[in-house]
């Protein structure tokens, strides 16, 4: 155990009721001496539904933060990837996806083309095409959307689209029954190989990151993905972002010491 858990259960051991249900939950997926040594005989009481702000504090205290690295962090709108077929379906034949703006990752680009998104209980117009093509089609949407949408996409890495839902997209020139690929993108970090060392975190790892402001959050369950090509970045959707109050300069620190959990890919 390291030196910030040592200090947190020590924290702990004098204040055994300050712990809701859900924060017993968080702690236990990542650290079982905590339920084993204090919370196996008894039930806790019910405090409140989020992680005390003790316990935060805590956290804060205990654990080291990699305050010298800021990690950017970018909210994406909804959006769509296409595959070459689906361009041609959507925009006509021979049909070539027209950039608009770069994003932040080099070779990935906004497009000028936009869809429209029909699902069950409503729709979405123009939703943006990102480039380049891809090898499969891949809407990325928010929770708020999908109320709208009347669909439900589980929390996904990109490309890991088995199993999604599908929907209808209407482009100038035709219509995609999609059959799979809504997804919500899992909130992820892009990072150089030199950037992974700096943080001490590998490619495919879960991590947490905390941004400040008068909404701070600790956003836990965040995928790590490494690639030389990549630039320092944090991605999330709308809705995690707005619920931050993340403005165009937002930025995270890592929390180190705790590890995220990955979403269950059977959701
Ligand atoms: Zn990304």
């Given at each position: ?8 259960m ?50 804060e ?42 994003l ?6 906004a ?12 729709r ?27 669909v439900?996409a ?10 999604t ?7 100038p ?82 929390i ?12």
């Open positions: 155990m390291n030196r910030g858990w040592s200090q947190l020590h924290f702990l051991a004098k204040r055994p009721c300050i712990l809701a249900a859900i924060s017993t939950d968080f702690l236990t997926r990542r650290t079982l001496p905590l339920r084993s040594k204090l919370w196996n005989k008894q039930p806790l009481p019910l405090e409140s539904n989020f992680l005390s702000p003790h316990l935060l504090r805590s956290l205290k205990g654990l080291s933060m990699s305050e010298e690295i800021r990690i950017p962090i970018s909210a994406s709108m909804r959006h769509v990837h296409l595959c070459h077929q689906d361009v041609e379906a959507l925009f006509g034949a021979g049909h070539q996806l027209t950039p608009a703006k770069a932040s990752q080099p070779g990935q680009f497009c000028e083309e936009t869809v429209n998104i029909c699902g069950p209980k409503g979405i117009e123009r939703v943006r095409v990102l480039g380049p093509e891809r090898q499969e089609t891949q809407l990325e949407i928010s929770r708020t959307d999908e109320f709208k949408l009347g439900e589980p929390i996904r890495a990109s490309g890991k689209i088995e199993g839902p599908g929907i209808r997209l209407e482009g020139e035709g219509v995609v029954e999609l059959q799979k690929g809504v997804i919500q993108a899992a909130r992820h970090i892009h990072m150089t190989p030199a950037d992974a060392e700096r943080l001490g975190v590998e490619d495919r790892q879960w991590v947490m990151v905390r941004v400040g402001g008068k909404r701070g959050i600790i956003f836990d369950d965040v995928l790590v993905r490494v690639k030389e090509s990549y630039v320092l970045d944090m991605h999330l959707d709308a809705d995690e972002a707005n619920a931050a109050d993340l403005g165009p300069d937002a930025w995270g620190v890592l180190k010491g705790l590890t995220g959990v990955a979403p269950d890919p059977n959701d």
